[in-house]
């Protein structure tokens, strides 16, 4: 059994993946939000929207909110939650957990921030009513294992939501490649100085799971009811499943 992992296209030893995606995120971190509204042409906000509806955060709920990057979907359901519930904050990457921290403190919430790898998340078993992870699966080394964390962590009936790249259309998906491979890391360069972290966002897009192919891994992880709600034809896809 190959010890390797995907790296975009390219493969890479598992223990090597996590740094190299450390990396891409501390050099986009200043520009991380802005490259956001620009490349969904301000998309991920209705689809962070849509997550946060699905999931029905209530009042005094206690959500976890892995990867949770610049904070803005940790922010919406720290909103929902109030009075009495709390959201925590987790991500492998210390620029974008204080970002994400510092954003919530800035709109008067305060959050507890852990910086941890998603595959050994440091929580008792049956902690949270609701675990949510936006865009941060596909950059994970083992999906499996930090999938069946998650459901770990959930009490039982709780309920995962995972909102994620995933497979376009087919009537689309030319334009989509055009779009991904030109345009993305040009926009990356210009705007970020970065085209190659863009490169890479296109990349692990293709070798992330299709929708059947991750609920698959949801029930795999001990989830049952998965749903999926396709956004945009397909580009992004919402995946939710309940603790048994």
């Known amino acids: 059994m190959s010890d390797n992992t995907d790296f975009g296209y390219e493969q890479v030893p598992q223990a090597e993946k996590a740094r190299r995606v450390g990396a891409v995120f501390d050099r986009v971190a200043e520009r991380y939000d802005l490259m956001n509204d620009l490349m969904s042409l301000g998309l991920h906000r209705a689809w962070k929207a849509f997550a946060v509806a699905v999931a029905r955060p209530r009042p005094g709920e206690r959500v976890l909110d892995v990867a949770t990057g610049s904070g803005d979907l940790a922010l919406a359901l720290g909103r929902r939650v109030r009075p009495g519930g709390e959201v925590w904050l987790t991500d492998v990457n210390r620029s974008m957990l204080q970002r994400g921290r510092d954003r919530m403190a800035n709109q008067g919430l305060l959050a507890p921030a852990v910086q941890c790898d998603a595959e050994r998340l440091p929580f008792p078993a049956g902690y949270f009513d609701c675990v949510t992870v936006a865009f941060g699966l596909r950059n994970m080394t083992r999906k499996d294992a930090a999938l069946a964390e998650m ?92 603790r048994i």
Request: glycine share 10%.
């Open 151 to 242: 459901a770990r962590v959930l009490k039982p009936g709780g309920r995962l939501l995972v909102l994620e790249f995933s497979k376009v259309w087919k009537p689309l998906e030319r334009a989509y490649e055009l779009y991904s491979f030109k345009v993305l890391p040009w926009l990356g360069q210009r705007v970020a100085g970065d085209a190659a972290a863009y490169r890479y966002l296109a990349e692990s897009i293709r070798m992330h799971p299709d929708q059947a192919g991750l609920a698959g891994m949801l029930a795999q992880a001990g989830l049952a009811r998965v749903e999926v709600f396709n956004l945009a034809a397909g580009v992004v896809a919402l995946h939710r499943g309940y």
